[in-house]
């Protein structure tokens, strides 16, 4: 696929996928989600990436929300369509460790990409919020969810109501965002933390993934349940052995995937 809305790189074992619409602060069309949908399939089948890293060109935004001009035009029935709201889930659910360098303004749709990604790390000016209801629409791909998990009930009532934007320090103090940096620094903070895990079992890092989002959700017997379930699947994997000898020998382990 030609890429017109995005730029796809790879950086050793990184993959990166950047908005790439400054002159309308990288809003987010229906073309821009389709080729992030396939940039992210793309990486998530190459064996050669283990981590994704979202972010947007530019120092202004990471992405502003949805492209206004397409959702003047949405009907009642298109809100039933996967549209954002899918690849979002796509993100969320992805088998690789997913990062938000969040490099500007991220509202909206943007600041919703954001939180399906597993990390967010964000540049000391970035601001994020949900001012869709000045729209008199709701946050519809995953907002008003995905941002009460991630800070509480209460917080996120408050912001999705008022409107409020939030600084990246204030994004931090409530734990949407887990570090702050310069932003001449973001993308090194993003690739230490990439390369954190990288370093770590890649059949892990998936399993991990898959015990926390599915567990969450749930009761906690069935929780422990699905997390011991995953721990039996990764006793029996090479990467287990490698792991515990590589630990024993001293040696850094050189993990497979297996």
């Avoid at 003047?72 to 796509?90: C, H, I, N, V, W």
């Avoid at 990439?194 to 749930?218: C, H, Q, S, W």
Wanted: glycine content about 10%.
């Amino acid at each position: 696929m030609e890429y017109q809305n995005i730029l796809v790189e790879q950086e050793g074992s990184i993959g990166i996928i950047k908005m790439n619409r400054p002159d309308v602060r990288n809003a987010l069309d229906s073309q821009t989600l389709t080729e992030i949908s396939h940039a992210l399939e793309t990486l998530e089948n190459d064996d050669g990436v283990g981590v994704i890293v979202f972010t947007g060109a530019g120092e202004k935004s990471f992405a502003a929300g949805a492209d206004i001009r397409q959702l003047r035009e949405k009907q009642p029935l298109d809100a039933l369509f996967p549209g954002m709201s899918g690849t979002y889930r796509r993100i969320e659910n992805c088998t690789k460790a997913t990062i938000a360098a969040v490099n500007g303004f991220a509202l909206g749709g943007g600041c919703e990409l954001a939180m399906a990604c597993d990390i967010r790390i964000a540049a000391q000016h970035a601001k994020f919020g949900l001012p869709e209801l000045n729209l008199s629409i709701i946050p519809g791909a995953g907002g008003t969810q995905r941002l009460a998990r991630i800070i509480g009930k209460g917080r996120a009532i408050d912001m999705i109501l008022t409107g409020e934007i939030i600084t990246a320090k204030r994004a931090e103090e409530i734990g949407l965002v887990s570090e702050v940096v310069p932003m001449e620094d973001l993308w090194h903070a993003a690739k230490a933390k990439a390369e954190k895990i990288l370093a770590k079992g890649p059949f892990a890092v998936r399993m991990a993934k898959l015990v926390i989002n599915r567990g969450f959700d749930t009761d906690m017997d069935t929780a422990l349940l699905i997390e011991k379930l995953s721990q039996a699947v990764l006793f029996g994997s090479h990467d287990k052995n490698e792991g515990t000898q590589a630990f024993l020998e001293k040696r850094q382990a050189a993990f497979t995937g297996q």
